[in-house]
């Protein structure tokens, strides 16, 4: 066939593609699709039709075979047409000073710059058709990236459509702001979850995640700094961040116009001290001639352009000595350990207590009561040791060893195998667990009992008023109006908030209980499988792996906690109090996420047998059926489907891959 055909036929392909893609995503992401399902059938029709007829144009990364699940197996790679660039990093004023005369006299006088804050997450670039978002790819090497439009599309601040119906391609940073790293690290700590390490590492790691509901979870912030190609350029560095900004995109406010070394050298002073304050972590910043027509005459190196340079700030740590190594007891028992230190300034505040994680890292670095060590902030409130400075190591410093008893009760400490935390065993009979314990039971997320904080916590385990999260239903306003700094106003308060957290649906009370790896999330999933709490009590291992989501791990945790008396008896006690034991309707959207759904499952599915996953879609309120017909509203298709997905696509039926299915069936579709 002629060329020009070719050329034509793929792009049609293309374009198919793409509006699949940007349906699927308005369909299944966002719920919010554009058109009927007819004209999306249209579309899917027209590109099957392509691929049937000319099997060898077929796209690569054509989204009629990732809906059949071939996504799952990794990333599709994309080629970039211009390289994706790194910079140049300059150490020092000195350095600034060469950088600058140098465009200066390429210039042939005054150079103007756009300084802009080097944001640390990961470089991404996005297309755009017409206005529409199309893709978005890593970096990779710089010539090929990985198509993660999936887990981008998933960014509150990404626009899917721009204010114009431009076609252009933009460079910009994936990131998690700091707050959200927080408040991820807090709600895994609740589940008993290990901690991610630093923001950017979580950045990374949950843009490359196969599954985007986990990214959608992690909750990703963006901002875009560059306009690599446009249908209408631009002649200044800082035009494209306006333009960009006026498009709909989020650019990071603070890009600064200057002109001359020392206009550069106030805004790397301002930033080396204000960095703390921005809501995301900054490793430096960027210098870019603001000329664009004259950058592109100066060019590239092979790696990184040769107008623009980054300045990378020293990592911030400080020397200091640990007065010594103390442990604290969680809710779960587990003994953490930190460093009280003798206080040093850090990134502009005082420092005296530095995170030590847990024994594994004691043990890597080697740290010991009386080391001088280098601390660091991590994108956490508390800093943490990153190295021992070995010289200064005072004489008679000894290994620091867990000891064998719990520091607060004086019950028996444990290393869980597997796991790098040491643990008291004595549970609920141990002050520091049941402190932790009610903390959490009345916590926002949990409960959600105002007044019930640390303090009052404290005061009430001292007064000897409650032993365990029950004991809380049967406080009297009139014995805590006796207590110190309580009057008779706080006193009413606080018992009326107990008495309104009654009615807490189940998934709170679940969440609550503090149950071992059953954070917020897998405690809707357990409410909204087991409806009551007898049931979910009563749930063997198998009943508690049989629901999606639940592994052995959650299962196991369950089980365990239910099979303990003490927490039995202080169930039976909630229920007299007259706790809701069950899931209120309305907090339930999806009871029956399935209902109206008549489904075939077709191929390998990796988180269910087949049969596993016909139970699923029948405790779903769905129908399973053996044969595709016009009565099947969807196909589940996992690895190597058969001729079922052949069928469906005849007859219009949409498909759905196993990601989808595991959406659908937690009744999160449109979240
Ligand atoms: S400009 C040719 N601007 O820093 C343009 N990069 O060390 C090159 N980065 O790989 C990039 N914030 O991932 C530019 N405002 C910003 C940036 C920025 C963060 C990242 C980017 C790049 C790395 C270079």
């Not at 293309?14 to 699927?24: K, Q, V």
């Not at 119906?165 to 709600?187: C, D, H, I, K, Q």
């Not at 035009?239 to 600064?256: D, I, K, M, N, T």
Request: aromatic share 6%; glycine share 6%.
């Amino acid at each position: 066939m002629a060329e020009p055909e070719r050329e034509a036929v793929v792009a049609r392909m293309r374009h198919l593609a793409e509006a699949i893609r940007y349906h699927n995503h308005l369909y299944y992401d966002l719920d919010q699709p554009e058109i009927t399902d007819a004209e999306y059938d249209q579309l899917v029709q027209e590109l099957e039709r392509l691929e049937r007829l000319y099997p060898e144009w077929k796209l690569p990364d054509s989204p009629l075979t990732s809906v059949g699940g071939q996504a799952q197996e990794g990333f599709v790679p994309v080629r970039f047409a211009q390289p994706v660039l790194s910079l140049m990093n300059l150490h020092d004023r000195d350095e600034l000073e060469e950088f600058v005369r140098r465009m200066e006299s390429e210039a042939n006088g005054a150079a103007a710059f756009c300084a802009e804050l080097k944001i640390d997450g990961l470089s991404v670039i996005l297309f755009y058709e017409q206005g529409r978002f199309v893709r978005a790819a890593t970096r990779g090497d710089g010539l090929v990236g990985e198509d993660v439009t999936a887990n981008v599309a998933t960014i509150s601040e990404l626009p899917l459509r721009l204010r114009e119906p431009v076609t252009m391609e933009v460079r910009g940073e994936v990131y998690l702001a700091r707050s959200r790293f927080r408040a991820l690290n807090a709600e895994r700590e609740a589940a008993g979850l290990p901690r991610l390490a630093n923001p950017r590492n979580a950045a990374a790691g949950s843009l490359r995640q196969l599954d985007p509901e986990i990214t959608r979870e992690r909750r990703l912030s963006l901002f875009v700094y560059e306009i690599r190609s446009a249908s209408e350029p631009v002649r200044f560095q800082h035009q494209a961040l306006q333009r960009l900004s006026a498009l709909g995109f989020p650019v990071e406010p603070h890009w600064q116009r200057c002109q001359g070394v020392d206009s550069l050298w106030a805004y790397v002073t301002r930033w080396q001290n204000q960095r703390e304050e921005l809501d995301f972590e900054t490793d430096g910043l960027v210098f870019k001639l603001d000329d664009l027509d004259l950058a592109r005459r100066l060019g590239n190196t092979q790696k990184a352009p040769r107008w623009a340079m980054a300045f990378k700030f020293p990592p911030e740590e400080a020397l200091t000595q640990i007065r010594r190594i103390v442990l604290s007891v969680g809710r779960t028992g587990t003994l953490t350990p930190t460093a009280e230190l003798e206080p040093v300034r850090l990134a502009g505040t005082q420092v005296s207590r530095a995170s030590l994680h847990n024994a594994d890292i004691i043990a890597a670095l080697d740290v010991r009561e009386g080391d001088f060590v280098y601390v660091r902030k991590a994108g956490e409130i508390i800093p943490e040791v990153v190295r021992v400075e070995f010289s200064l190591r005072p004489e008679g410093t000894r290994p620091f060893v867990f000891p064998e008893r719990c520091p607060v009760c004086g019950g028996e400490v444990r290393r869980v195998p597997g796991e790098a935390a040491y643990r008291c065993l004595n549970g609920m009979a141990c002050p520091a667990q049941i402190r932790e314990s009610l903390i959490h039971f009345g916590s926002r997320a949990a409960m959600d009992i105002e007044g019930l904080g640390e303090k009052t916590v404290d005061l009430l385990l001292a007064q000897g008023m409650v032993h365990d999260v029950s004991d809380l239903y049967q406080l009297k306003a009139e014995a805590l109006a006796a207590l110190p700094r309580f009057g008779p106003v706080l006193a009413q308060k606080l018992v009326a908030n107990i008495a309104a957290s009654k009615e807490r649906p189940l998934s709170r009370l679940i969440f609550a209980l503090g149950i071992r790896f059953v954070g917020e999330k897998v405690a809707q999933v357990l409410a909204r499988h087991f409806q009551h709490m007898d049931r979910l009590a009563a749930a063997s291992r198998e009943e508690l792996t049989a629901v999606p989501e639940i592994g052995d791990k959650i299962a196991e945790s369950v089980r365990q906690f239910f099979e303990e008396p003490r927490n039995r008896a202080v169930l039976e006690k909630l229920k007299g109090y007259g706790l809701r034991m069950d899931e209120p309707a309305e907090a339930v959207p999806a009871a029956a996420p399935l209902a109206g759904q008549v489904l075939v499952v077709t191929g390998t599915l990796s988180h269910f047998s087949r049969r596993e996953a016909e139970e699923a879609i029948v405790r779903a309120g769905g129908e399973v059926s053996s044969s595709v017909s016009r009565r099947t509203t969807a196909v589940v298709a996992g690895e190597k489907p058969g001729s079922k997905l052949e069928r469906a696509r005849e007859l219009g039926v949409p498909v759905w891959s196993e990601a989808e299915f595991l959406r659908r069936l937690r009744g999160t579709t449109g979240a």
